[in-house]
Every structure is written in structure tokens, then in C-alpha cells.
């Protein structure tokens, strides 16, 4: 009696579940209404079916259960009866059935004026390729991928001279505007998801997959990777931004082409050196860092990550957080670099600069953090050494106190929590999982002993 | 030819008694013994994935709390969680479990036809188990490649255990498809060849059925398992490309080429898929089974619910790539695809609808073994109808690779063939041991088993519309998921802790039941089939004593008109008066 | 994965075939005589050469699946095929005459021919050793013309499915051996019949998986 009444309150409780739950589909953003239209077919079929099968079990516990005068029925089988079940679920699931191969006989098939755009994966980050005024993206192969070749581009090709490269994790969209997303990765499996368009499909290496949609909806999505990609799966996000046409040409033209890229000089160290004097006030004549001025040691950094740090000061995107003291001191000197040129001849005569490790500063206990290391070791390199193409900078011989101070940063969102720093986002992620200030000394510790 | 075949079995069949302790319960031949062996190993695995469970739940719920859970950690969990719960323990207790201990005594044959092998048999299984937990322990640790093992990331730099992890457990695979073989060699011939007189295939109790079937898609499918670990191992440690493409791993490009990652999906899913049958067959056949029994009423449908367990059986094998719908395949293969799958929700509805009729106008005895039955039912409709939304291959756009994915499968193979196992442990429990167990703790272990485990996946439902992806370490802050659906989240974790400390109790209920249960009748339910008719209880080395079991009809006959009786074993002849319960072999 | 279908919608057919006829029409639940008499048995073959027949079905399955990944793995455009080396020709042959022999064999034990069977066994076991021997002076060749496992799909397999076919044969041996043991320390033909015709049912089974193999690779 009481597992009748429970299986009735189950089906109750669930319907209720369901119609109460703030938990359902995002707001639609995309052409795809036909999908949840079928979603929503299927529920009914599936909810009429489980609703009542279930409270007619209910009520045969109840009707039938064991009394001592009682005897069960002696019926081996009624074809009919079956029959006639199976005919009523061959009914729903056609129903359900006919309507989803015909939405997904319009997902397989492209429209035409679709504009092209090319979503491309790594570990643990995304980047984008569009195809330029030639409307045909240029020859690329995983082969060819170098830090200075990152999306693999075939020099050779003169199709690929005016591709864009979009090396950050966001891309923008027209509204209203068909588009074919190439899918291509460089390593592993992953999968290009914007819950709010609906549709997704996998990245696999050594061939290009993919899909198709129409934003619908302006705004910023998130993009996320749905398929197990390694051990930072989970913070390989990018975003989606969906504007007006104008507003997409003029996102589109502040990217360079592969020919820009190509083209780009080397930055002139001994120009560099003048604009350095600047930085040298705070971060020391060699750029060794000056704990007192709170100034780290940039000197023997990754020249790329510079430049990037950099761009994010200029951009706001660092330095922008109230309770970011020094790094609301960095930003208006990030600025004075006008150009990218500019930022370009620092960087190049900061690599000039006399490579030596600052004395350690920070105690902790090395073995315990170098457990931890592992997890960092996936990005910076076991060394500590840095890897640009998993956008890690070099930790080894950095000043530790200054690392320590980021990764509290970084675990407290006051660092990585602006919606464009995606790399700061992802190492906010990973510093997350060290609990507390003991856990971030002893990995600080670990470092120094690289 | 009938008794010819008969004269030349029982020789084959070597009948011998062992005496020494070792000979009896460690190199046993005895198929019940070996059951036991095979169960109990299980069933230690089973706990230890669901150790691993805990802490993923942990990690979910209160992200970040617990200094062991690193992302590194967590994926290895989730990985050895899946793969030692469907393989090293659903497969292995239901077939190296239930299909040793039922097929002979309900078939009426003294032992498998090979014991050696099936003694074998175990060995290796336990040689896998070991293997697979080694990996815990080597550097590196245990692959956190998800238990799908997708190359090229299950073999490069970017995964957790990518070293020795990935080739401890794809030579634990191998070796676990190996010892399988023997078992399901064994049932099979048993089932065909040494089944007593006069039990024709349609006399068979369904739990014959649904074990035999799943043997022969095992048989068939994990060949699939096999090719794709033989050649990922290549991959890994020879450096062929058979999965492995182009790639840049880690800023070094590697020496693979143009390998095919999906070439590895297809196989891997062309033994996947049937082999969540594999695990969902004998479950089906065990619960019409208990159904029949403590309903006092034979199963609706009987010739149906073969038929729909061939039919299930066969159309198991042309589904595999609804798997896939968003794996890059061709796009043109969604059609055929979706249009199998939904065709499989025929044969088992109609085994749905038998199970429900089969309480219809029955006389429901709502046991212990039976409340299970009946939540299997419940969870089972749940679980397969989320089914049908991921089949239909425009619905598992948005909801593939979420938490709806994993609340499916949960709901289907997470707990519906769990709780099947506990109603059978619970069924047979006095059979196996001699001894009855405590009905009260019984009842509670279902209640918070039952309800537990629904609390946990449900939720899980909505989180997946939401769009909350699976394998997901964290979810940090991410725009579309509002607090609640931590809160959420939160609650699952609790109510998994609940669960998983309510086995407790069942481990406790069996333990003290072996050690001062008060002795069980030996045929306590009423029941009819072979395996309660044994001249003792347990059932001795040969079940049979002296002459093997004749039997006059068919598994189901409860309550049938004019017997006083409500049931009549299928030991007794078709003229022979009614009989009394504590009824023994009838002698030919 | 077609090659694949196609032979366990065969198998499937087969075997649902047949338990279909054995359960078609029959009402279970109503007591027949005619049912009480069967004997347990579905099939007039012994328990060993049922087993054997599934363990074959295990292992088709195994090679098809092996088949099946080749043929895809194929499309790929990195695929170099190999040309096979000459003696793979040889091998065929001594394979071949191997599972006759054993076929003779055969009927001697059954003949209870002590004599013949002796000289049988020997002659069968000695080809099948050649056919392995010549199967890993068919690597050294590759291995020599510096066609390694890495170094390209279509070798890989090469070596994959001779490979795999060759451990399958080994295993074979070690029943030859056992029984070959027996006969020559003088045990009478009766005792080692049964292993002496299920093997060579097996052995005209991996002579039939080579041949469709090495016609793959030719053909490829
Ligand atoms: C016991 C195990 C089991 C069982 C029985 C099933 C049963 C089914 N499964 Fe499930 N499935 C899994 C275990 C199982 N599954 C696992 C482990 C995964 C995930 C693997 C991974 O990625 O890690 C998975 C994933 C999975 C996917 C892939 C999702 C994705 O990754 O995107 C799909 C898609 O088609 C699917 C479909 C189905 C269907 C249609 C059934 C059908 O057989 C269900 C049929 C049953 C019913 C339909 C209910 C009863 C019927 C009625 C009450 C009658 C009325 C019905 C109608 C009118 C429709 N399953
Ligand atoms: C039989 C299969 C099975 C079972 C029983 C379970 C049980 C549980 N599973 Fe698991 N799970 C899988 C199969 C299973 N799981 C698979 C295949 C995956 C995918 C892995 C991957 O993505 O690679 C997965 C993944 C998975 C995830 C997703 C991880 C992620 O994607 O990030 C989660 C998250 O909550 C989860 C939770 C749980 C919980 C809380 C339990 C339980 O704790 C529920 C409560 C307990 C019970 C229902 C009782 C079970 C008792 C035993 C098992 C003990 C031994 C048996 C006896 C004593 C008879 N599981
Ligand atoms: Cu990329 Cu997951
Ligand atoms: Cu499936």
C-alpha cells in the first residue's frame, strides 16, 4: 500500500518538478525553434506514456495486492491486448520520429548564402579564422602550426593571404545572417556548444566538420566545450557575440589578415630601450622586479605574454578591477604605449635584458606543492618553462611573492574575472582548486625550486 | 536421440565431489561457487566505484572544498566510476554472477558443461580486477580519459594517466573480454545442450532468456572492445596511427598521422551500445521473474517476452551510432540511425506493458524482492523514455554531452539494473545461503535506495536542459547557470551520500543474516521454477542428488484453476494430483 | 562496419531463425506429452564441437571487426599499400596442406588407426610450424625493405592481422601438442579424437580467415 501511494506521489511530484523547475532551456537565440518544438512534442508523448503506465501500476498494487481470500487471475496471454499496445507506442514514437528527421533533414543541409567562419580548437582554447574578401579560407594544415604560425596557415596559398585570424577566444557575428561554422582542431576531440543556438557538433582533428545556424538574438553567449578534452576541459570557454552588420565589419577590420601577420616587423630592441626607461622607475634598471615597488620581474618573460598583458592593460581588461591596487598602477603605463609597434620594441628590448632568478622569498613546503604542480604542469610545462601555444607564461625564476599575489588574484576573481580575459578565466579555474594561502605558498615553493 | 544425447551428457559432465576445503571454495568447479566468487568480486568493485562516485558528487556539489579532488583526480574518478561500473561490475555480476548460480539450476543440469573453463573463467575476471586497480597506484595514476577512451585524447599529453594508466586499463579490458569468453562459451552450450528432460526452450524461465541472450550480444560485441584496445595500444605504444591524427600536443607536433578518431568511435560503440543491453537483458529477464512469483501470477505474455528479447537482442547491434549524432560522422547517418533507435522502444515496451499486466489481477505479495521489482519498473520507464529524446537525433542536439545524457543513463543502467540485482540477492538470498535475512532492514534499504537515487537523477534531468555539460570538472561562473542550479547540485551530493551509506545496510543486513539468520524454508517465495526444487538447500555439488529433474511444464504456473495450491513447481507431472509446498524432485 | 553487418545479420538471422522455429506456435503453458519426452539437447552435436562452433563465431566477429576497421582505416588518403612478399604464396600452400593432413588425421583417429594418426599429427604440426616460420620471414622482408609498423597504416595492419591470425594458430597448437603428447606416449586413438576433429574443424577454419585475409591484402 504505501509503495502504491509513493508511485503515485513520484508522478505527481515530477510533473510538478518539471512544471515548477526554474531549470529548463536558455532563452532561444537562434533559427532553431523547430528543435524545441520537437523537444516539446516528445515530452508530451514521453510525460502521457510515463504518467500512465505508472498510476496504472499504481492502482494494480492497490486493486490486487495479497488478501488472504484472493487468488491471482490465470491468464497465459490476450494477443490482442498486445497487439494493440504495440500498435498505440509504434504510433507515439512515429509521432515523435516523422517531425525530428524533418528538422534534421534542414539541419543537414546548408543554405546557400551561408557566410562562412572557422572555429578552431586546442588545448584549452579557442581562436577563429574568417575567410576574407575572397570569401575562400587559404590552405591549413595541423603540419604547419608554429607559435608563429598558430592556426597552421600554408604560406603558399595565395587563398589565405586575406584570411582573418582572430587569436582570442571571442568572435562576433551579424544578426539575422545564416553561418557555416567550419569546425577544426589541432589536437584532440572537442565540441563547439553555444547552449543559447542549441545546436553543437564535435571538433575532431584531422578533418573539418560543421554546422550551421542564424542568430536570431544580439547579445554575448558563452561557448563551451563539450567533449572531454583533457584536464581543462572544463575552462576551455570563448563567447559568442552576435551585433549588427556595422558593427561586425569594424570588429572584423581590427583583426589582421595573414598577410598583415606575415608582414609584421620584428620589434627594434634599441628604440624599445628608450620607452623602457619609463618601466625601469618601478620594475628595476634590468626589469628584475622590485618587491618594494610591488613591481614584479619581467625580464626573461615570454615575449608574446608580455605583449598580451600589455594589450590587456591598454584594453581595461586588466587593471580595471577596484580592488586590483597595483594593477590599476600598471594600466595608465600600459597606455603610454601608443602604438603596437611600441609595445612591440619594449618587449623586444626587454628580452635583451640579463636572464637571472631574483633570491626566493617565499617559504612553503616544496614537496606538498609540487603534488600540486602537476595540474600547472600541464600548461607551463614541467620545467615551469612556459609554452606559448597553450598560452601559459613562463613561471620558473619569476618573482615568487608576485605569483603568490596573482594566484590569490586569480582564486579571487580579482584577476581573470573581467568577461574578455578568457587565459585569465581558465588559470582562475585552476588556481581555484588550491583551498587556501598554505596550499598557494607551497606551490610558489615548488616553483622556486625549478 | 533424445536419451542418446542425454547418455552422452551426463558422461561428459564428470561428476565428482571435492572434499578439501581449497578444492571446494578456492579452485572450485562448482558453478555455484564460482557464482559466489564472481558475485562477491563484483560487488567489491561495485563499492569501490561507488566510493569514487562520492567524491565526484563531492566535487560537484561543494566545488573546490577538498584538497584531493584536483581536475586531474576527478577525471580519473569519473573514468574508473563508469568503467568499473558497467563493465567490471554490472557485466561480470550478471552474467559471471546470476548467469553461473541460475542457468544449470534452473535449466535442471548438474554444472556448466565446462567447469574447468568456467573456473577459469573467474581466475582471469579477478586477474582484470587486479589489473584494473594496479592503475590506481602506478605513476601518473589511472586514465582519466572518461570511460569512452576517445583517442587521440585518451593517449596524449593533455589526459590524466595518458602513461601508464590508459595501457593498464586497456590490458584489463582484454584480459576481462578473455575471461568472459570462457563464461559465456559455457552458458551458452549449457543452455543449448544440458538443460533435464523435457524443459523445452519455451518452458524456460525468462531469467534463462535474458542471461542467454545477453551472453551471445557479449559474445559478439566485445570482439569490438578487443579490435579497438589491440589497435589503441599500437597507437600508444608502437606508434601506429590507426586513431592517432596530425597534432600538436602540448606546442610539439607528434609522430602519428592522419589517423581516424572516429574509426575508433565506431567500434567502440559498435560493442557500447549492445552492451548496455548486455547489462539490461538478464535484468529484464530476472524481473519478470520476480514479478511472476510474488504476483502469484505467470508473466503476461510469455511468448512475447522472447520474442521481444530477441528482437531487442538483434536490433541492438544496427543502433550504435545514435552515439554519435554530433561526433562529426557523416550527417546523412542521423536518419537510419534515429529510425533504429526508436524502433528498439517497440520490443521493449511491449516488455514494459507485460511486466505492468502481469500485476494486473494478480495477487501482489509486496516483499522485498518485489518492492525492487516494481522500482525497477518505475525507474526503467523513466530512464528509457529519456532514452527516446536523445534517440530522436535533432532532440540530442542540445541535450547530447549534457547532464541529461547522464541522467539517462543513470536512471536506465544506474539504478534500474541495480535495484534488479538487490531484488535478486533478496529473491535467492535463502537459496544461495540457507538462510533468511531480515525483512525490516530489507525494507529500508529499498525505501532510501529507491527514493535516494531518484532524488539524485531527476534533478540531474534539468540541469541537461539547462545545458549543464557532463565531464565537467567545475562549472565556475558561466552567465546561463543561475545559483540555484548549485543549490541544486548540492542536493544531489547529499542525497548520493544517503545512498551510498544505505548500502551499508544491505551489507550489514547480508553479513549478519549469513552469520545467525534463522534457516530458510526451501522454496519460501512458492516458487516454481527448478533452482527451488533441489533436494537440499544450498544445493549440493551436482544440485540433483542422484537423478537429474524431469520436468512437465512451463516456468508459470501460478494460481492455476483448480489446484489449491497457487503455484505448481515444473517438476510435477501434468496428471499428478496438486502437491504441498515443500515439494522435492519428482523422480522419473 | 558493413562487412561487419553483414555477417552478424547472417549469425543473427541463423540463430533467431532457429530459436524461432523451436518456439513458434507452441502454447507453453499447456502440458504436452510430446514436450515431456525432448531431451535437453537443442542440437545432435556434442557439447565440445558446440562450443568450438560458438568460440568460431567469437573469433568471425573478431576478424570481421578487424576487416571492417581495415576497410575504413583505408580511405584515409596516407595509405601506402604494401606489395606482399612472394612467400606469403608459400605460406598459403603450407597452410593449406597443414588442415588437409589434419583432415586425414582425422579419419584415422576415428578409424582408431594408431599409426596413421601418429605420422598425421607429426606431418600437420610440422606445416603448421613452417606456415608461422614463413609468416615471420614475411615481417623480416617488410622489416628489411624498411617497411616498419609506424611507418605507415597499411603495414600496420599487415602485421596486426598476420599477427592475430598466427596467435590464433598458436593457440591451436597447443591442443595439437597435448594430443600429440598423448599419441606418442602411447595412449590408444579413442583418447584424443575428439581433440584431433575439433581441431581440424580448426584448422580448416583459419586456413578459410587466412585466405580471405590474404585476399584483402592482395586485393588492397
Ligand atoms: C542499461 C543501459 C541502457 C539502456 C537500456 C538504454 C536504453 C536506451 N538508450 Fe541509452 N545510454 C546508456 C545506457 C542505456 N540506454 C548509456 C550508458 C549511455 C551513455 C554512454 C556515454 O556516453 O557515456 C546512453 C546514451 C544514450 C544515447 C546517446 C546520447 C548522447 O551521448 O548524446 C542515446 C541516443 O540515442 C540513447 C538512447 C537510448 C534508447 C532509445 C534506449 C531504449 O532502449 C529505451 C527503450 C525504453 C523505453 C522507450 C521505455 C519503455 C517503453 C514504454 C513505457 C512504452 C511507451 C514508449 C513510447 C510511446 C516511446 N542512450
Ligand atoms: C551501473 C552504472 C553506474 C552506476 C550504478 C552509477 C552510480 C552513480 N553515479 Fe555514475 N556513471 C556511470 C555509471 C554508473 N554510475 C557512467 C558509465 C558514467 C560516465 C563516465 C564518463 O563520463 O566517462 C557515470 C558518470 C557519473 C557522473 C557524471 C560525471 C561527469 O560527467 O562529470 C556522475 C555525477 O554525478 C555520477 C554519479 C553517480 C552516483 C552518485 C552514483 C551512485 O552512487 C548512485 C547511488 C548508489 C546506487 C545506485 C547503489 C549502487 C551500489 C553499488 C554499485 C554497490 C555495489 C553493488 C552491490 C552492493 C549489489 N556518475
Ligand atoms: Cu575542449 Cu573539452
Ligand atoms: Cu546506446
Redesign the pocket.
Known amino acids: 500500500m504505501p509503495l502504491a501511494i509513493v508511485l503515485i506521489l513520484l508522478v505527481v511530484g515530477s510533473l510538478a518538478f518539471h512544471f515548477l523547475s526554474p531549470w529548463t532551456f536558455t532563452p532561444l537565440a537562434s533559427n532553431w525553434a523547430r528543435i524545441d518544438t520537437t523537444v516539446d512534442i516528445t515530452l508530451v ?2 510525460g502521457i ?2 504518467v500512465a ?1 505508472n498510476l496504472f501500476m499504481a492502482f494494480c498494487v492497490i486493486r490486487y495486492r495479497h488478501r488472504k481470500d484472493r487468488r491471482a487471475e490465470y491468464e497465459p496471454e490476450n494477443k490482442k491486448l498486445e497487439w494493440i499496445l504495440s500498435a ?2 509504434t504510433i ?2 512515429a509521432a ?1 520520429l516523422a517531425p525530428g528527421l524533418f528538422v534534421w533533414a534542414k539541419f543537414v543541409d546548408v543554405p546557400e548564402d551561408a557566410m562562412q567562419i572557422e572555429a578552431v580548437g586546442q588545448q584549452w582554447n579557442w581562436s577563429y579564422r574568417l575567410p576574407g574578401e575572397d570569401g575562400r579560407f587559404g590552405r591549413a594544415s595541423t603540419r604547419l602550426v608554429s607559435p608563429e604560425n598558430p592556426f597552421g596557415m600554408d604560406p603558399d596559398d595565395p587563398a589565405g593571404q586575406d584570411d582573418v585570424l582572430v587569436q582570442s577566444a571571442e568572435v562576433h557575428l551579424p544578426v539575422d545572417q545564416p553561418v557555416r561554422f567550419w569546425l577544426r582542431s589541432k589536437d584532440v576531440l572537442h565540441n563547439f556548444t553555444v547552449a543559447q543556438f542549441r545546436v553543437k557538433m564535435d571538433l575532431v582533428p584531422g578533418m573539418e566538420t560543421h554546422m550551421w545556424l542564424t542568430p536570431t538574438r544580439t547579445g554575448r553567449f558563452e561557448v563551451l566545450c563539450e567533449e572531454l578534452c583533457g584536464i581543462a576541459h572544463h575552462s576551455m570557454r570563448g563567447a559568442v557575440v552576435v551585433e549588427d552588420e556595422a558593427d561586425f565589419r569594424a570588429w572584423t577590420a581590427s583583426w589582421p589578415t595573414w598577410a598583415d601577420v606575415q608582414a609584421r616587423p620584428p620589434g627594434n630592441a634599441t628604440a624599445g630601450a628608450a620607452q623602457f626607461v619609463v618601466c625601469t622607475s618601478c620594475h628595476g634598471p634590468q626589469g628584475q622586479g622590485q618587491q618594494a615597488m610591488n613591481a614584479p620581474r619581467i625580464a626573461g618573460q615570454d615575449g608574446w605574454y608580455l605583449e598580451q598583458q600589455l594589450a590587456n592593460y591598454q584594453a581595461g581588461v586588466r587593471g580595471a578591477h577596484p580592488e586590483d591596487t597595483y594593477g590599476q598602477m600598471m594600466a595608465p603605463m600600459a597606455r603610454t604605449l601608443a602604438t603596437r609597434d611600441a609595445v612591440a620594441n619594449v618587449v623586444a628590448h626587454i628580452a635583451t635584458l640579463p636572464d637571472q632568478a631574483p633570491a626566493a622569498t617565499v617559504e612553503g613546503n616544496a614537496a606538498a606543492g609540487g603534488e600540486r604542480y602537476t595540474v600547472c604542469a600541464y600548461c607551463h610545462g614541467a620545467a615551469g618553462q612556459g609554452i606559448e601555444q597553450m598560452r601559459a607564461p613562463r613561471l620558473a625564476g619569476m618573482s615568487d611573492w608576485y605569483l603568490v599575489r596573482q594566484l590569490e588574484n586569480f582564486k579571487t576573481g580579482v584577476r581573470g574575472g573581467h568577461p574578455q580575459d578568457y587565459y585569465g578565466k581558465q588559470m582562475g579555474f585552476m588556481a581555484a582548486t588550491l583551498q587556501d594561502e598554505r596550499a598557494i605558498r607551497d606551490v610558489v615553493a615548488y616553483i622556486n625550486t625549478l | 536421440m533424445a536419451y542418446v544425447a542425454i547418455a552422452d551428457r551426463d558422461h561428459e559432465i564428470e561428476h565428482h565431489d571435492p572434499r578439501t576445503f581449497i578444492r571446494k571454495y578456492i579452485w572450485s568447479q562448482d558453478h555455484k561457487v564460482i557464482a559466489v566468487q564472481y558475485a562477491l568480486t563484483a560487488i567489491f568493485v561495485g563499492l569501490v566505484a561507488l566510493t569514487l562516485s562520492v567524491m565526484m558528487r563531492l566535487q560537484l556539489g561543494f566545488p573546490n572544498d577538498f584538497s584531493f579532488i584536483t581536475p586531474e583526480s576527478y577525471y580519473q574518478f569519473i573514468t574508473m566510476h ?1 568503467m568499473i561500473m ?1 563493465i567490471y561490475l554490472l557485466t561480470a555480476l550478471f552474467l559471471g554472477g546470476f548467469g553461473n548460480y541460475l542457468i544449470p539450476l534452473m535449466c535442471g543440469s548438474r554444472d556448466m558443461v565446462f567447469p574447468y573453463m568456467n573456473m577459469l573463467s573467474y581466475w582471469v575476471y579477478l586477474l582484470s580486477v587486479l589489473i584494473l586497480l594496479a592503475s590506481f597506484f602506478v605513476p601518473g595514476g589511472s586514465t582519466g580519459a ?3 577512451l576517445y583517442p587521440p585524447q585518451a593517449i596524449s599529453s593533455g589526459t590524466a594517466g595518458a602513461q601508464w594508466g590508459i595501457i593498464l586499463m586497456l590490458v584489463s579490458l582484454a584480459t576481462f573480454i578473455v575471461a568472459f569468453t570462457m563464461g559465456g562459451l559455457n552458458y551458452v552450450t549449457t543452455v543449448l545442450q544440458a538443460r533435464c528432460r523435457g524443459m523445452t526452450l519455451m518452458r524456460l524461465p525468462l531469467s534463462v532468456w535474458g542471461i542467454f541472450m545477453a551472453t551471445i550480444l557479449g559474445l559478439l560485441a566485445f570482439p569490438a572492445l578487443l579490435v579497438s584496445a589491440i589497435m589503441l595500444l599500437l597507437d600508444k605504444t608502437l606508434y601506429t596511427s590507426f586513431f592517432m591524427p596530425d597534432m600538436v600536443s602540448a606546442g610539439q607536433q607528434t609522430v602519428h598521422t592522419n589517423g581516424s578518431p572516429i574509426l575508433f568511435q565506431h567500434l567502440f560503440w559498435f560493442f ?2 549492445p552492451e ?2 548486455i ?2 537483458l538478464p ?1 529484464f529477464g530476472i524481473v519478470s521473474d520476480l514479478l511472476a512469483t510474488h504476483a502469484r501470477k505467470n508473466i503476461f505474455g510469455y511468448r512475447m517476452m522472447v520474442w521481444a528479447i530477441l528482437a ?1 537482442g538483434g536490433l541492438s547491434f544496427i ?1 550504435w551510432a ?2 554519435m ?2 561526433s562529426g560522422m557523416n550527417p546523412y547517418f542521423g536518419f537510419f ?2 529510425t533504429t ?2 524502433i ?2 517497440v520490443p ?2 511491449i ?3 507485460n511486466w505492468v499486466l502481469t500485476l494486473w489481477r494478480g495477487n501482489i505479495h509486496l516483499r522485498v524482492p518485489m518492492l525492487f521489482a516494481i522500482g525497477f519498473i518505475f525507474t ?2 523513466h ?3 529519456t ?2 529524446f ?4 535533432v532532440v ?1 542536439l542540445p ?3 549534457t547532464y541529461f ?1 547522464v541522467a ?2 543513470h536512471m ?2 544506474g539504478v ?2 541495480i535495484l534488479v540485482v538487490f531484488g535478486a540477492i533478496y529473491h535467492w538470498f535463502p537459496k544461495i545461503t540457507g538462510k533468511m535475512y531480515s525483512e525490516r532492514l530489507g525494507r529500508w534499504h529499498f525505501w532510501l535506495t529507491f527514493l535516494g537515487t531518484y532524488s539524485i537523477y531527476l534533478p540531474m534531468h534539468y540541469l541537461g536542459f539547462l545545458g549543464v555539460p557532463r565531464r565537467y570538472f567545475a562549472m565556475g561562473d558561466t552567465a546561463f547557470m543561475p545559483d540555484s542550479a548549485h543549490a541544486l547540485n548540492e542536493s544531489i551530493t547529499i542525497s548520493a551520500i544517503i545512498v551510498a551509506a544505505t548500502q551499508l545496510i544491505f551489507l550489514y543486513n547480508m553479513i549478519t543474516s549469513l552469520a545467525r539468520g534463522k534457516k530458510a524454508d526451501p522454496n519460501p517465495w512458492g516458487a516454481t521454477t527448478l533452482e527451488w526444487q533441489t533436494p537440499d538447500t544450498p544445493p549440493r555439488h551436482g544440485n540433483w542428488g542422484h537423478e537429474l529433474p524431469v520436468v512437465h511444464r512451463w516456468a508459470y504456473d501460478y494460481s492455476v484453476p483448480g489446484y489449491p495450491e497457487d503455484f505448481i513447481p515444473q517438476t510435477v507431472p501434468a496428471d499428478v494430483a496438486p502437491v504441498g509446498r515443500r515439494h522435492g524432485v519428482q523422480h522419473a | 562496419m558493413t562487412f561487419t553487418l553483414v555477417f552478424l545479420a547472417v549469425l543473427m538471422a541463423v540463430v533467431i531463425g532457429w530459436l524461432l522455429r523451436q518456439t513458434l506456435n507452441t502454447a507453453p503453458w499447456q502440458p504436452r506429452a510430446a514436450d515431456d519426452a525432448v531431451s535437453g539437447a537443442s542440437l545432435a552435436i556434442s557439447v565440445r564441437v558446440l562450443g568450438l562452433a560458438t568460440f568460431l563465431a567469437v573469433v568471425t566477429s573478431l576478424f570481421a571487426l578487424f576487416i571492417s576497421a581495415y576497410l575504413m582505416r583505408r580511405h584515409m588518403h596516407d595509405w601506402a599499400a604494401v606489395d606482399e612478399p612472394r612467400i606469403l604464396w608459400l605460406n598459403t600452400a603450407l597452410l593449406a596442406c597443414a588442415s588437409l593432413v589434419y583432415h586425414r588425421t582425422r579419419s584415422a583417429a576415428i578409424a582408431g588407426d594408431r599409426g596413421r594418426l601418429k605420422t598425421g599429427l607429426g606431418l600437420a604440426g610440422l606445416l603448421t610450424f613452417l606456415f608461422l616460420a614463413g609468416q615471420l620471414l614475411a615481417w623480416q622482408e617488410l622489416h628489411a625493405a624498411g617497411l616498419y609498423l609506424s611507418s605507415n597504416p597499411a603495414n600496420a595492419f599487415f602485421y596486426l592481422l598476420t599477427a592475430v591470425h598466427g596467435l590464433h594458430l598458436m593457440g591451436g597448437l597447443w591442443v595439437w601438442a597435448r594430443s600429440a603428447v598423448k599419441v606418442v606416449t602411447g595412449a590408444d586413438p579413442e583418447a584424443v579424437r575428439t581433440s584431433v576433429e575439433l581441431c581440424a574443424v580448426y584448422w580448416h577454419y583459419l586456413l578459410l580467415v587466412w585466405i580471405i585475409l590474404f585476399a584483402l591484402l592482395l586485393y588492397t
Open positions: 508523448v514521453t506514456v510515463f503506465v498505440a507506442t507515439g514514437v515523435m | 563508469g558497467v572518461g570511460w569512452t557500447g551500445h548496455v543491453y547489462v539490461a535484468a531487442i543502433v545514435h552515439h549524432y554530433v540511425f534515429a533507435t526508436l528498439i522502444a521493449t515496451a516488455k514494459v506493458y526503467f520507464i530512464g528509457g523514455l532514452g527516446i536523445l534517440g530522436n537525433v540530442d541535450l547530447s554531452d545524457v539517462h543513463f536506465v543502467m534500474s539494473p
